[in-house]
């Protein structure tokens, strides 16, 4: 469980300890963070959205571009919610179990559909979405791969590749003609290119962390726990995740301080 300083909470703490991001509002949300936060409840708004959005860009047969204006405002308020549920769950320590599983079904989902129908339509290639869907499946089994040795963070090319391809996406969504038209082939290359490179840049530090991980393993007495490696990845998530000031041990990063303090008070 994270530890929340005392001046977080809302006592006096200790002089010039760094409050909670967020004032009273962070500082509560810190104590009560629960299954019906904000965050968590945009990403139930977005995995609602993605049946409403299939049926808005089928409609009417998927060509009438009243639908498909209709089917854009979905698509747009779900990629509008990304951007603020995992905000929201950092900066005021909502991260829920629920969110970790739900938010990244959310993305696929609604992204997936998108791309499935308008390949369906004969507006996009099946190879772009192939390219697109598969990379996204093996970087889920990537981290599978390595969660035991670590967490891989997100790099700034991700991020690009995330805002290029709703982009694209968006811009395939509406009925555009002309230069419109020409100009979103453009961005979805774009946006194939970018999800080429940082999956290929995804399966290198894969396999770098996989390998110092089992470097680490082979070394005599490197590692006591054998769940130690896993823990590390534990402890990466909570420092990229906890907002500002709030620092804490937590799973087995808890055990392992409690046995070291008790093993210094035996040896007293």
């Known amino acids: 469980m994270t530890q929340v300083p005392a001046s977080a909470a809302g006592g006096s703490g200790a002089p010039g300890a760094k409050p909670v991001r967020g004032g009273k509002l962070g500082a509560a949300a810190v104590d009560q963070a629960s299954l019906w936060n904000v965050a968590n409840l945009l990403t139930m708004v977005r995995l609602l959205l993605v049946p409403g959005f299939v049926m808005l860009l089928l409609g009417n047969g998927g060509y009438d571009p009243a639908w498909r204006s209709f ?8 990629m509008i919610t990304d951007l603020f549920d ?3 769950a950092r900066t005021y320590n909502l991260v829920t179990d629920f969110g970790k599983i739900a938010d990244p079904i959310a993305d696929k989902a609604i992204m997936g559909s998108a791309l499935i129908c308008l390949s369906w339509l004969g507006d996009l290639p099946w190879w772009v979405t192939g390219v697109i869907l598969g990379r996204e499946l093996g ?5 599978f791969w390595v969660i035991r040795y670590g967490v891989i963070p997100a790099s700034r090319g991700g991020k690009m590749k995330t805002l290029a391809q709703g982009t694209a996406v968006g811009m395939y969504v509406l009925a555009l003609t ?7 082939f453009w961005v979805m290359a ?9 999956g290929l840049d995804y399966v290198k530090q894969a396999i770098v962390l996989r390998r110092h991980g089992r470097a680490a393993e082979a070394v005599p007495g490197a590692v006591e726990d054998p769940g130690a490696v896993g823990a590390m990845g534990t402890a990466q998530e ?31």
């Open 71 to 78: 089917a854009w405002a979905a698509f747009a308020i779900a």
């Open 86 to 88: 995992g905000h929201l």
């Open 139 to 143: 970087i889920t089994l990537l981290r």
């Open 178 to 184: 002309g230069p419109l038209a020409t100009l979103r």
């Open 190 to 198: 774009v946006a194939v290119v970018l999800t080429v490179v940082t």
């Open 238 to 268: 909570d420092s990229e995740t906890a907002p500002d000031g709030v620092e804490g041990v937590t799973g087995a990063g808890a055990e392992s301080e409690g046995g070291a303090s008790a093993a210094r008070r035996a040896a007293k």
